[in-house]
T-cell receptor
């Protein structure tokens, strides 16, 4: 399987704390993306990092990419209860298709 | 304003009874995708259209078929649903040459 893996599978934190989730993938990539999925809903694109980038920021999100290790991390700073969701990394494998990681379920308690 | 619309949102069907799920978009993007997502799992690509060109994933069961009559609409037909086809079905679109996919809210299918 080309599917990537994420860890942790589940993460529970208090509001205000930072949340870090990690993604490992198997193929060469043009870019890596992170998506959020609220329970029972579709996925929402959060941020994209290209293979020649090492770090990217968007609001409270910080993404890093290490292509030599085929890994990425997503940091959500100062988390809020509304950040409760599942987070998936996705790689393009140099194609028009996305291969999603296994996901991290984040629970933020007020 | 909804950009990718899926109907119905919930569908219950009986084992072996054909079902059709629909997806429409207001973005006029030329690439459309169908994913299957089982409980607590990652979305798994079933097939996609690049314009009118249909691309089937190697491990997509023959039971699953798709139609794209025009740019805006795409259908997923499950000819003889089995219990294992109970899942969320997600439609996504993107503009060819760009990276971001835009997802619909999904159709939750229950096969009894």
């Amino acid at each position: 399987s080309q599917q990537g893996e994420e860890d942790p599978q589940a993460l529970s934190i208090q509001e205000g704390e930072n949340a870090t989730m990690n993604c490992s993938y198997k193929t060469s990539i043009n870019n890596l993306q992170w998506y959020r999925q609220n329970s029972g809903r579709g996925l929402v694109h959060l941020i994209l990092i290209r293979s020649n980038e090492r770090e990217k920021h968007s609001g409270r999100l910080r993404v890093t990419l290490d292509t030599s290790k085929k890994s990425s991390s997503l940091l959500i700073t100062a988390s809020r209860a509304a950040d409760t969701a599942s987070y998936f990394c996705a790689t393009d494998g140099n194609t028009d298709k996305l291969i999603f990681g296994t996901g991290t379920r984040l629970q933020v308690f007020p | 304003d909804a950009m990718v619309i899926q109907n119905p949102r919930y569908q219950v069907t009986q084992f072996g009874k054909p079902v059709t799920l629909s997806c429409s978009q207001t973005l006029n993007h030329n690439v459309m995708y169908w994913y299957q997502q089982k409980s607590s799992q990652a979305p798994k690509l079933l097939f996609h259209y690049y314009d009118k060109d249909f691309n089937n994933e190697a491990d997509t069961p023959d039971n699953f078929q798709s139609r794209r009559p025009n740019t805006s609409f795409c259908f997923l037909d499950i000819r003889s649903p089995g219990l294992g086809d109970t899942a969320m079905y997600l439609c996504a679109v993107k503009r060819g040459g760009q990276e971001t996919q835009y997802f619909g809210p999904g159709t939750r299918l229950l096969v009894l």
